[in-house]
T-cell receptor, first 111, second 111 residues
Framework: DAGVIQSPRHEVTEMGQEVTLRCKPI?????LFWYRQTMMRGLELLIY????????DSGMPEDRFSAKMPNASFSTLKIQPSEPRDSAVYFC?????????FGPGTRLTVL | LAKTTQPISMDSYEGQEVNITCSHN???????ITWYQQFPSQGPRFIIQ???TKVTNEVASLFIPADRKSSTLSLPRVSLSDTAVYYC????????????FGKGTMLLVSP
């Protein structure tokens, strides 16, 4: 298995633009997580899914952020409109109810 | 919430044993303790997990006292490549809603 796949690896955009981050979990994993990492706040859990259903989105910073998982092999995290304070590394991880496997992350820069 | 507290940073030299202690005073009966390692520009990677007493694998040992209010990750004979951020997490069987990585412990191994 190729592991958790994230795209793009780097994204530079301007304030106000829509940003969509993509994740393909490991096949057979029924949990999917979205994290955000910054120097100030460390690694924060934004939302997680179980069997494609969002279980807890209490970590989503505000309504500008939304996440979907239309099927077991694909998830998106969307920011609309983006702001400079959204600049961070966004990680996707998947799990089969135990150890989490992380993707390489997407480094987002909002100018 | 089983919040964890661990040192912000630690320094060591090659060949030494490193012990990183994590406090989790509010750990629940069904919670277990997990440690992850993160290298720069990569997602965290699972190291070890335990519920009580001692767990050992090819990478590290995890010591958990009887009251389970703390745990110690032990890395034997560290090398330069062990320089990374180490996260202590408490995970509940009921789900991941209380999962938080925080800022972890930055371990710097010098020659």
């Amino acid at each position: 298995d190729a592991g958790v796949i994230q795209s793009p690896r780097h994204e530079v955009t301007e304030m106000g633009q829509e940003v969509t981050l993509r994740c393909k979990p490991i096949s057979g994993h029924d949990y999917l997580f979205w994290y955000r990492q910054t120097m100030m706040r460390g690694l924060e859990l934004l939302i997680y899914f179980n069997n494609n259903v969002p279980i807890d989105d209490s970590g989503m910073p505000e309504d500008r952020f939304s996440a979907k998982m239309p099927n077991a092999s694909f998830s998106t995290l969307k920011i609309q409109p983006s702001e400079p304070r959204d600049s961070a590394v966004y990680f996707c991880a998947s799990s089969a109810r135990g150890e989490q496997f992380f993707g390489p992350g997407t480094r987002l820069t909002v100018l | 919430l089983a919040k964890t507290t661990q040192p912000i940073s630690m320094d060591s030299y090659e060949g030494q044993e490193v012990n990183i202690t994590c406090s989790h005073n509010n750990i629940a009966t069904n919670d277990y303790i997990t440690w992850y390692q993160q290298f720069p520009s990569q997602g965290p990677r699972f190291i070890i997990q335990g519920y009580k007493t001692k767990v050992t694998n090819e990478v590290a040992s995890l010591f958990i006292p009887a009251d389970r209010k703390s745990s110690t990750l032990s890395l034997p004979r560290v090398s330069l490549s062990d320089t990374a951020v180490y996260y202590c997490l408490v995970v509940g069987l009921s789900g991941y809603s209380t999962l938080t990585f925080g800022k972890g412990t930055m371990l710097l191994v010098s020659p």
